[in-house]
């Protein structure tokens, strides 16, 4: 069952701009994944933050969770026309070894 | 990252025929597979979980006798799809995982079912 809702469903920005996507989940997670997807292509993982963690940078990608609030944040600095793609969060919950399960996803469209 | 290796990349078959995609994990043990469907434009709905020598679990909705999920060793998994019919092409997309680690995606095959 879906899990994951991101907002906005959709976003468009200028080359340079900055890019906020959201997500918010419904149960306990062990950790929560955003990936990227290029249009009819595979999955690229982009970072992981685990359930203790507050924030996580990898280069121009800076992730946020909030366990009380069961949120998340992905922010895209200065971005570039080749990060347009379309951005899923994906959690883990806790129990077990159980599967990603993903959010609806945000199709980011930086326009040069 | 690990290497997950899903083939083929596309396939276009007819109505009434079976297709099977292949998932292998190329560096390391897939103890856990999964399977995903993707229609255009939509996420990614997980169809079955997979544990190496076990029956998959399918999720709701799901017919396992339509998409037959075979886990065989720690490296290899596979989706048959039955008796294909228009209405099953979408873009099909594995995941492997060794215990509880990352889970790594294959590059997804696109069925279409003329």
């Known amino acids: 069952s879906q899990q994951g809702e991101e907002d906005p469903q959709a976003l468009s920005i200028q080359e340079g701009e900055n890019a906020t996507m959201n997500c918010s989940y419904k149960t306990s997670i062990n950790n929560l994944q955003w990936y990227r997807q290029n249009s009819g292509r595979g999955l690229v993982h982009l970072i992981l933050i685990r359930s203790n963690e507050r924030e996580k940078h990898s280069g121009r990608l800076r992730v946020t969770l909030d366990t009380s609030k069961k949120s998340s944040s992905l922010l895209i600095t200065a971005s570039r026309a080749a990060d347009t793609a379309s951005y899923f969060c994906?959690?883990?919950?806790?129990?077990?070894?159980?599967?990603?399960?993903f959010g609806k996803g945000t199709r980011l469209s930086v326009i040069a | 990252g690990a290497v997950v290796s899903q083939h083929p990349s596309w396939v276009i078959c007819k109505s009434g025929t079976s297709v099977k995609i292949e998932c292998r994990s190329l560096d390391f043990q897939a103890t856990t597979m999964f399977w995903y469907r993707q229609f255009p434009k939509q996420s990614l709905m997980l169809m079955a979980t997979?544990?190496?020598?076990?029956?998959?679990?399918?999720e709701q909705g799901v017919e396992k006798d339509k998409f037959l999920i075979n886990h065989a060793s720690l490296t290899l998994s596979t989706l048959t799809v039955t008796s294909a019919h228009p209405e099953d092409s979408s873009f099909y997309i594995c995941?492997?995982?060794?215990?509880?680690?990352?889970?790594?995606f294959g590059q997804g095959t696109r069925l279409t079912v003329v």
């Open positions: 994906a959690t883990v919950r806790n129990s077990g070894n159980t599967p990603l399960v």
């Open positions: 995941s492997a995982r060794q215990d509880t680690r990352e889970a790594f």
């Open positions: 997979s544990n190496e020598g076990s029956k998959a679990t399918y």
